[in-house]
């Protein structure tokens, strides 16, 4: 349809995006044939099933298992680098022109992967996507939120010298039993070497959540902050604050965070004037960001207006995208 070719076709950029949770599955067993890595999964067909299955029993904390269990396959500087070309090399096609990649090295230092062999594998890709594939990609440092505060800190700590590829501090992984608030001290050192803040919160965790984001974390934005469409008082504050919530709606339907596409919460936000965008999150496990939109705007209704605003969005709220704002107009 008309607008389905619209969707296709309009400059994007994407806000919520984990590589860990991205890479495309036939990557990840090439990847894993090369650096011999034990998966217990051999073949596309058999990922689907596997992931299928873990997400519908266990929800967020099913999708975490899928990540770290495919991401194990990374070993060396080129696999992260290869990961995040084949991202970009698929922005190309969707023409997302800009997007903001969180990267969560804690899921990698627990395998004994220096830091150094990620970040520079990462920070070559970012070079290149933008030669090769005309894309400014943007990465958020997410914290593993289920891991001590100290670890995390100390992860804060050593992005020193990564600030010229890394401009936020984001903060993810299963939400419940792990509040904001116990990271409190990675989000002043964030801040105070200049970082953007947002977190995930209102997943699969409560409103109070949210809260702790905004009033004691400082964020600048909200992942997900799906809880948020319940509280009036919540709804108005990220209003008035013009606080994104960087939205998945499929990821939230698959994990059990929303009950339906037509029971998400993102129409309740964005006619409250809360600022939202839409993101693919694990694309492999939901899908493309350009059949997320195409899925939304179907099942919730968007009409063309709502669609464009949102989309807006994504380049007027993001972190150092809006001078391609020309660009989408
Ligand atoms: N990491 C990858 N996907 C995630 C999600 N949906 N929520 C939290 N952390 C994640
Ligand atoms: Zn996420």
Same mark, same amino acid.
């Given at each position: ?19 860990? #949770? ?7 067993? =090439? ?27 266990? #929800? ?34 969707? *023409? ?27 920070? +070559? ?48 992984? =299963?939400? *419940? ?16 070497? #200049? ?13 109070? *959540? ?25 709804? @108005? ?39 939202? +965008?839409? +993101? ?20 919730? #209704?968007?009409? @063309? ?7 807006? *969005? ?16």
């Amino acid at each position: 349809s008309r607008q389905k070719q619209m969707l296709q076709e309009i400059p994007k950029a994407e806000n919520h995006i984990h590589i860990e #949770g991205s890479i495309p599955w036939a990557l990840a067993l =090439e990847l894993a044939e090369k650096n011999h890595v034990k998966l217990p999964v051999h073949s596309t067909e058999e990922i689907a099933v596997w992931s299928q299955d873990l997400i519908s029993r266990k #929800g967020l904390d099913g999708f975490m298992i899928c990540d770290r269990t495919l991401n194990s396959v990374c070993l060396h500087e080129e696999d992260y680098e290869a990961v995040v070309l084949a991202l970009a090399k698929e922005d190309q096609r969707q *023409n997302i022109i800009y997007q903001e990649l969180h990267l969560d090295y804690p899921l990698n230092e627990e395998r004994g992967i220096p830091l150094k062999v990620v970040m520079e594998g990462y920070r +070559s890709a970012q070079k290149k996507a933008k030669k090769l594939y005309g894309v400014e990609i943007v990465y958020i440092a997410g914290l593993d939120r289920t891991l001590s505060s100290e670890r995390c800190l100390s992860f804060v700590k050593a992005l020193r010298p990564y600030l010229d590829m890394v401009a936020g501090l984001g903060m993810d992984c =299963e939400e *419940n039993g792990h509040p904001c608030i116990k990271h409190l001290e990675s989000y002043r050192e964030a801040k105070e070497m #200049g970082l953007f803040l947002t977190a995930h919160a209102g997943e699969d965790g409560g409103a109070d *959540n949210i809260w702790d984001a905004l009033l004691k974390l400082d964020v600048q934005r909200i992942d997900h902050g799906c809880r948020a469409a319940e509280h009036p008082e919540l709804m @108005e504050y990220l209003q008035e604050h013009q606080i994104l919530c960087a939205m998945c709606p499929s990821g939230n339907v698959y994990s059990g965070a929303a009950a339906s596409f037509e029971a998400h919460p993102l129409l309740t936000l964005l006619h409250s004037g809360v600022p939202v +965008s839409i +993101s693919s999150d694990d694309p492999p496990y939901t899908c493309s960001m350009t059949e997320e939109l195409i899925l939304d705007a179907e099942k919730m #209704g968007l009409t @063309e207006a709502e669609l464009i605003q949102i989309i807006r *969005n994504g380049f007027a709220y993001s972190i150092s995208g809006q001078h391609l704002l020309p660009q989408f107009d």
